[in-house]
């Protein structure tokens, strides 16, 4: 898929490449590094290849996100942990997550798309997408959030019991 | 047939398109970290009882964000309780420890480090050292907005504690309410010490209450000239104080650090004398910045010395004095 000002080549994990605008990947900390380390010609047109280890169903939904997100402010906005809410999730990033975040995908595509932002170091889609999970395990019960999240309880009996005791505050 | 080498699973995983999957449980302890930041304590406490290295993760590495930590520490009974809603404590889930017996409270001692809090209460009424001990390692790294502080009794240990909380801490965006009570004479010094520690910070009410041998004098009063002058210095916003030993000279220069540096209101009570010729003199100089009000008239509870109430205020900033 080809994008305006095609500047970028981004090799994929599974062997795909995408090329890609300069204005979309200036928001990922890991390719603009990249480049910089190429010491390349800023002009040059198009830059040497890119390789990043997100597999190339992945990149698309990221290069989506980047697409829509082209014109947000850089570099992103630190908040401090006061700041830090999740309720505050874009109309356009909700249906976004809803379009792939199914029953069937069992959050998989979610999982992946919060590690691939994290790799590419994408603070805004990292922050969106951490956010998106926290709400989903809001206010659950802890064996809720086990079934939401697929976890196994690993604790010895002795060890569940003294976590019970000690969390009994929070479950009266 | 043997297991398939290396290289057939790496052609096998290309063949097929297999791609690893990322489930919750293999996100990195980063992102975990990110994840319980946006949680509530409540939530966050249930994440961590999913599984232990969650358990692990939400005991080394995420803060712990609380509304409100309220420790109470008095002869019989002994609570440190965090409140989710402090605004609404009747509703509120508690996180509660409760003593085993009079003198034993068992606390994980690592359940404040480094989190944050936007009040915290204490009051401590004991006759033992321990409470001093286990509070002052309690909070010795928990971040607070607002600091309420009652020592309720005279007891060298209060210092300890004192320290605990002010030391090292940057606490410019802070208010704090310090009040002593039943203070005793050999508190006076050490008091005046803690207060000459104190670092910048946005507002200070402080509240001292004398239960010794009263003299005639005002002495046993921890506000003199000097500690009233370096409070106004430290404080950036307000500084309310109760009886002071001031004399006019200091409250001048109190007045004069007022309109240079950061702190916008002051109020203190002071001999009554001493206000009303400060007052007359700043009125004589017709100061343009700063505004003097002699407010309540009292007699000091010691000796019966006639006090008045001061209260000066840097004119851009706005106070309701139907309040005062």
């Known amino acids: ?172 | 047939m043997g297991e398939p080498s290396e290289l057939d699973q790496k052609f096998d995983s290309l063949r097929f398109n297999q791609v690893p999957l990322t489930t919750f449980d293999t996100l990195p302890d980063d992102i975990l970290v990110g994840i319980f930041g946006f949680l509530n304590l409540r939530d966050q406490t249930r994440l961590a009882a999913c599984c232990s290295r969650f358990h692990s993760i939400n005991q080394s590495k995420v803060a712990k964000k609380l509304d409100a930590v309220v420790a109470f520490w008095g002869e019989r009974h002994q609570y440190v309780n965090t409140y989710e809603s402090y605004m609404a404590l009747k509703k509120a889930r508690c996180w509660n420890r409760q003593p085993t017996d009079d003198y034993e409270l068992t606390i994980d001692e690592s359940f404040f480090a480094h989190g944050q809090t936007n009040t915290l209460e204490i009051k401590v009424k004991p006759n033992h050292d321990r409470p001093y001990l286990l509070l002052s390692h309690l909070f010795k790294t928990l971040q607070y907005a607002s600091l309420d502080i009652y020592f309720a009794d005279s007891e060298r240990n209060n210092a300890l504690l004192f320290r605990s909380l002010i030391s090292g801490r940057k606490l410019k965006d802070c208010s704090l309410t310090i009040k002593f009570g039943r203070a005793m004479f050999e508190d006076i010094g050490s008091t005046r010490e803690l207060l000459l520690e104190l670092p910048t910070m946005k507002c200070l009410q402080l509240n001292w209450v004398y239960w010794g041998i009263n003299s005639d004098s005002l002495e046993t009063e921890v506000i003199t000239d000097g500690i009233l002058l370096y409070l106004v210095d430290h404080s950036t916003e307000e500084l309310i104080v109760g009886e002071g030993d001031c004399s006019l000279q200091g409250l001048l220069h109190v007045h004069h650090k007022l309109i240079v540096s950061e702190c916008k209101h002051v109020e203190v009570t002071v001999r009554r004398e001493v206000a009303q010729e400060f007052v007359q003199k700043i009125m004589r100089h017709s100061y343009e910045t700063v505004q003097v009000h002699q407010g309540k008239l009292s007699q000091h509870e010691g000796n019966g010395i006639a006090m008045s109430r001061l209260i000066i205020t840097k004119r851009q900033y706005d106070i309701n004095y139907e309040f005062l």
């Open chain 1, 1 to 172: 898929r080809i994008y305006p000002l095609m500047r970028v080549t981004l090799t994929t994990s599974d062997g795909a490449s995408v090329t890609v605008s300069r204005q979309l990947t200036k928001h990922s900390g890991f390719i603009e590094k990249a480049i910089t380390d190429m010491a390349v010609d800023d002009n040059a047109v198009p830059l040497s290849a890119v390789a990043v280890d997100v597999d190339d169903a992945t990149l698309k939904l990221v290069i989506e996100w980047l697409t829509e997100h082209r014109d947000d402010a850089l570099p992103y906005p630190e908040k401090t942990d006061e700041e830090r809410r999740a309720d505050d999730i874009p109309a356009w990033d909700q249906a976004f997550v809803q379009k792939w975040d199914t029953k069937e995908d069992q959050q998989q595509t979610l999982y992946a798309v919060i590690t691939a932002a994290d790799k590419l170091d994408i603070k805004g889609l990292l922050d969106m997408t951490c956010k998106t999970l926290a709400n989903k395990i809001n206010g659950k019960t802890v064996e809720e959030m086990r079934e939401i999240l697929q976890l196994e309880c690993d604790f010895t009996e002795e060890e569940l019991a003294e976590i019970r005791k000690e969390n009994a505050w929070c479950e009266n």
